[in-house]
């Protein structure tokens, strides 16, 4: 089992950049591909990234491509999430969440480990 907790988030202005960090406690996790999600009020968890267990391979959702870049460090048992030019409608609670399996997945119910969230608020 492994532990995940989320940090970085925080107010921003659009346009600007937020770095949320995902670290691990348990397990390694280089175990696991891992993800990024969201969700705003009143709309359902959408997936924003994914990083496979070596590193090399990464997707996205569409509403963020181009913008926001996942990275992982193995030995630090981090995860992270480089946003740029953000958007107020980027603003949601965004989780980082472990997958068993490598793969490349963007289903929420494929994810076996989920943080307690961190707050993401993109100002006009």
């Known amino acids: 089992q492994v532990h995940l907790v989320e940090s970085g988030g925080g107010l921003v202005q659009a346009g600007g950049s937020l770095r949320l960090s995902c670290a691990a406690s348990?397990?390694?996790?280089?175990?696991?591909?891992m993800g990024w999600f969201r969700q705003a009020p009143g709309k359902e968890r959408e997936f924003v990234a994914g990083?496979?267990?070596?590193?090399?391979?990464?997707f996205y959702g569409d509403s963020v491509k181009g913008r926001f870049t996942i990275s992982r460090d193995n030995a630090k048992n981090t995860v992270y999430l480089q946003m740029n030019s953000l958007k107020p409608e980027d603003t949601a609670v965004y989780f980082c969440?472990?997958?068993?399996?490598?793969?490349?997945?963007?289903?929420?119910?494929?994810?076996?480990?989920w943080g307690q969230g961190t707050q993401v608020t993109v100002s006009s």
């Open positions: 348990g397990r390694t996790l280089s175990t696991y591909t």
């Open positions: 990083i496979m267990r070596s590193g090399n391979g990464m």
């Open positions: 969440a472990a997958d068993r399996f490598d793969r490349t997945s963007t289903l929420h119910y494929d994810y076996d480990y």
